[in-house]
Nanobody
Framework: LHLVESGGGTVQSGGSLRLSCTAS????????IGWFRQAPGKEREGVSF????????SYADSVKGRFKISTDSEKTTVYLQMNRLAPEDTGIYYC???????????????WGQGTQVTVFA
């Protein structure tokens, strides 16, 4: 499964971005999809995940109420809508997929190359 993220960029604090994750040549049926981020000098942390099997979602405490994960109706794209962005949200954002593992720990089999998100004050 080849994952591709897009939608990153540079925004001012308080702004919004929407990240997208697609699987090249495939849909996300029967996969759990997670969004992770990694800031310079820090470990990769889980941001949110969604199960395309059960539609269960979960969020890290640091993004609850500001970020929303969703899929399109065909389950070919997973989105991460990020609102009220703050400088501490800066980092490389990765999407990941797995048929069995899910949650906010980076125990997924497939990973994208990442997209940079920079938030300035």
């Amino acid at each position: 499964l080849h994952l591709v993220e897009s939608g990153g960029g540079t925004v001012q604090s308080g702004g919004s971005l929407r990240l997208s994750c697609t699987a090249s040549g495939a849909a996300f049926h029967h996969y759990h999809i997670g969004w992770f981020r990694q800031a310079p000098g820090k470990e990769r942390e889980g941001v949110s995940f969604i199960s395309t099997i059960t539609d269960k979602t979960s969020y890290a405490d640091s993004v609850k109420g500001r970020f929303k994960i969703s899929t399109d109706s065909e389950k070919t794209t997973v989105y991460l809508q990020m609102n009220r962005l703050a400088p501490e949200d800066t980092g490389i954002y990765y999407c990941a997929a797995d048929e069995f593992n899910y949650g906010l720990r980076p125990s997924y089999d497939y990973w994208g190359q990442g997209t940079q998100v920079t938030v300035f004050a």
